[in-house]
C-alpha cells in the first residue's frame, strides 16, 4: 500500500511513501495544507458555502426589559427553514395588576402544516383565564379551540368549539358556566353539513332567574323540531316543529 504525494514538485519530498510499522509523520508541505483548511475564519466564508447557507435556514431571538409601571417582559423564539419548516415562540410579563404568557408555533405551511397557539392571564380585572387553539391541514382539516375563565366578575365558564373538514364539515361545541347571575348552564351541539344539514343541541339551565329546564332540538335540512321544559322563571313548557319558508 503506497501514500501518493500531493505535491510532487516538492524537491525534498519523495513520489512515494512506503508502508511501514511505525507511521512516518506527515510531511510539512502536508500539515501546511491541513492547517490552511481547518483554520479558516467562519466569518469569512462565500455566502454560498453550507455553514453560511446553514446561518440562513436557521433564526432565533430573545429579548427581556424591565420598565417602569411594565413590569418584568421577556420574549424568545426560533424558526428552522423559515415560515415552511417549524417554528415556535413563546413570552410572558410580570406586573403589579397581573401576569400573562402566550405560545405558538407551527410545524409546515400554514396551508398543510400544523399551527398551535395559548395564552394565559392572571389579574385582579379578568381572574384567570386560558385560551387554546390549533389548526391542522388549512381551513378544510381541523380546527379545535378551547377557553376557561375563572373570577373577573364573570364567575367560572368554559367554551370549546371543532370542525373538521371546513364550513360544511363537522362541527361541535360545548359551553358551561357558573356564576351567580346566570346560574349554572349547559350548552352543547353538533352540526353537519353546514347551516342546512344535519344539527342537535342541547341545553341546560338552573338559576340565575331562569328556575331550571332542559331544551333539546334537532334540523333536518330546513325542518327542526325541539322538546323542552322549564320549571320556574318565564318559560313553560313547549314543543315546536317548523316547516320551510
Same mark, same amino acid.
Not at 415556535?88 to 405560545?103: I, Q, T
Given at each position: &500500500?503506497?501514500f501518493?504525494?500531493?505535491?510532487?514538485?516538492?524537491?525534498?519530498?519523495?513520489?512515494?511513501?512506503?508502508?511501514?510499522?511505525?507511521?512516518?509523520p506527515? $510531511?510539512?508541505?502536508?500539515?501546511y495544507?491541513?492547517?490552511?483548511?481547518?483554520?479558516?475564519?467562519?466569518?469569512?466564508? $462565500?455566502?454560498?458555502?453550507?455553514?453560511?447557507?446553514?446561518?440562513?435556514?436557521?433564526?432565533?431571538? &430573545?429579548?427581556?426589559?424591565? #420598565?417602569? /409601571?411594565?413590569?418584568?417582559?421577556?420574549?424568545?423564539?426560533?424558526?428552522?427553514?423559515?415560515?415552511?419548516? !417549524?417554528?415556535?415562540?413563546?413570552?410572558?410579563?410580570?406586573?403589579?395588576? /397581573?401576569?400573562? &404568557?402566550?405560545?405558538?408555533?407551527?410545524?409546515?405551511? $400554514?396551508s398543510?402544516g400544523?399551527?398551535?397557539?395559548?395564552?394565559?392571564?392572571?389579574?385582579?380585572?379578568?381572574?384567570? #383565564?386560558?385560551?387554546?387553539?390549533?389548526?391542522a391541514?388549512?381551513?378544510?382539516?381541523?380546527?379545535?379551540?378551547?377557553k376557561?375563565?375563572i373570577? *373577573?366578575?364573570?364567575?367560572? #365558564?368554559?367554551?370549546?368549539?371543532?370542525?373538521?373538514g371546513? !364550513?360544511y364539515?363537522?362541527? !361541535?361545541?360545548?359551553?358551561?358556566h357558573?356564576?351567580?347571575?346566570?346560574? !349554572?348552564?349547559?350548552?352543547?351541539?353538533?352540526?353537519?353539513?353546514?347551516?342546512?344539514?344535519?344539527?342537535?343541541?342541547?341545553q341546560?339551565?338552573?338559576? #340565575?332567574?331562569?328556575?331550571a329546564?332542559?331544551?333539546i332540538?334537532?334540523?333536518?335540512?330546513?325542518?327542526?323540531?325541539?322538546?323542552?321544559?322549564?320549571? *320556574?322563571?318565564?318559560?313553560?313548557?313547549?314543543?315546536?316543529?317548523?316547516?320551510?319558508?
Amino acid at each position: &500500500m503506497t501514500f501518493v504525494n500531493d505535491y510532487p514538485n516538492f524537491p525534498n519530498s519523495p513520489a512515494a511513501y512506503p508502508q511501514s510499522a511505525i507511521p512516518a509523520p506527515f $510531511p510539512y508541505s502536508h500539515y501546511y495544507h491541513l492547517h490552511r483548511s481547518e483554520s479558516s475564519p467562519a466569518g469569512q466564508q $462565500p455566502a454560498g458555502t453550507p455553514s453560511a447557507t446553514a446561518k440562513k435556514l436557521v433564526d432565533g431571538h &430573545m429579548s427581556a426589559s424591565v #420598565g417602569s /409601571g411594565q413590569g418584568l417582559n421577556v420574549q424568545t423564539g426560533g424558526e428552522v427553514f423559515g415560515k415552511h419548516g !417549524a417554528g415556535v415562540n413563546a413570552g410572558g410579563h410580570v406586573a403589579k395588576n /397581573g401576569a400573562g &404568557m402566550y405560545a405558538n408555533g407551527h410545524l409546515g405551511s $400554514p396551508s398543510y402544516g400544523i399551527q398551535a397557539q395559548g395564552t394565559a392571564h392572571l389579574d385582579t380585572a379578568q381572574g384567570f #383565564g386560558v385560551n387554546t387553539e390549533a389548526n391542522a391541514l388549512g381551513k378544510y382539516g381541523i380546527n379545535a379551540q378551547a377557553k376557561t375563565q375563572i373570577g *373577573g366578575g364573570q364567575g367560572a #365558564g368554559f367554551n370549546t368549539e371543532a370542525n373538521v373538514g371546513g !364550513a360544511y364539515g363537522l362541527q !361541535a361545541n360545548a359551553e358551561g358556566h357558573l356564576g351567580l347571575s346566570q346560574g !349554572a348552564g349547559f350548552n352543547t351541539g353538533l352540526q353537519l353539513g353546514g347551516e342546512n344539514g344535519l344539527g342537535a343541541k342541547a341545553q341546560a339551565q338552573f338559576g #340565575g332567574g331562569q328556575g331550571a329546564g332542559l331544551g333539546i332540538t334537532g334540523q333536518v335540512g330546513n325542518y327542526s323540531g325541539g322538546l323542552g321544559f322549564a320549571v *320556574g322563571g318565564s318559560k313553560g313548557n313547549e314543543s315546536t316543529k317548523d316547516g320551510a319558508e
